[in-house]
């Protein structure tokens, strides 16, 4: 056949999307086997009820059609209170539009802001994600390490280093995917003030801003001079229980919006009628934001609790967000042999931090999305396979 456009091949360059140990696990547990999924971050429960009976009431009530490209208008006002509530600055339905998921809105955000050839800074760890999306823009970018021992925060220094002259943005994630850091307000401040001093853009992906601990949610797009040069990339899928569902959407400049309503003439052609309808009920009335989040704090708690002071394992990051990041570099450097060795051993599924960044290096990340029993059960068979690859008891020492 005809060779695939360089564009689409390089999405993935290496063939390895860093999902291998997700996808081989489901393989075993559809198969029976009694596998502990920890590597995914999709609730183990199912959208709340009156988001359900609000999509099946408008299929029932003919909302089979086509919708406004940047989304339904009531959607949009709807979405842009929710920004409100997650940026803490007024928010116009001009400045929201509407995506195919957050991921949707990450891609329409790269495209809307890379030529070919542009460069961009992406603060690692990040979401697996991201660097396909650069270059499915055609784009270039530079991955600046945060450090375990700084809680992954990111070095203002190197993300100064790492800026080009042709440099067009700075991608963020707090609570971060996958280590569940929350920047400071210093360091949001500080990474403001370099777009704005190189008049970049700042893309700031606020997917799980609804869960996290009481460290406070900073979001640029509230600072001085901001709001012009920040792009917010959200979804319902965490905060309202519907990652299946494909509802995400960008927050920015109503003229940014409205050029980008473009691509989704292109790309989407909107979303799905029936859909929206279920994203405006979970919007309006909040089905399942605080009980979601109280959720997962409890979860959060309960497994930092069975974890912490394991032999030789210290807790990094583990602010906010659906995930808990182990440092395991005292055991095994090689962090996705770790990965593979404890599904094998043990029937847990992992992802190793490597999938999501160099930074991650040497860690493992560890999905929320299960009961605490099951997180408590995990947690054993942590304890069991650690000890048995040191060849020694099971011990506490001191928290990391």
Known sequence: MPKPSSRISGIVPSGKNGWEIHFAAMTRKQAGENVIMLSVGDHDFDTPEG???????AVRGGHHHYTQLPGLPRLRQALAKLSEECTGTRTSSEEIMVTIGGQGALYAAFQGVLDPGDHAVIVSPYYATYPGTVRAAGGRYTEIETHAENDFEPSLEEIEAALEADTRAILINSPNNPTGAVYSRATIERIAEICRERDLWLLSDEVYWTIRSEKEHISPRALPDMKERTLVINS????????????????GPADMIAVLTNLNLVATY??????SHAAIAAAENG?????????????????????????DVIVRGSQGGMYVMLDIRAIEQDCEKFAWDFLN????????GASFGDAAKGHIRISMCQDEETLREAAKRLQRFIAARLDKPVKKTAAG
């Open 51 to 57: 988001t359900v009976e609000a999509c099946v009431n």
């Open 236 to 251: 319902l899928s965490k905060s309202h229980g519907m990652t299946g569902w494909r509802v995400g959407w960008l927050t």
């Open 270 to 275: 909107g979303l799905p009628d029936f859909t």
């Open 287 to 311: 089905f399942g934001l605080r009980e979601i989040a109280e959720l997962y704090t409890r979860r959060r708690e309960a497994f930092l609790e069975a974890v912490r002071g394991l032999n």
């Open 345 to 352: 051993q043990e029937n847990v599924a992992v992802l190793p």
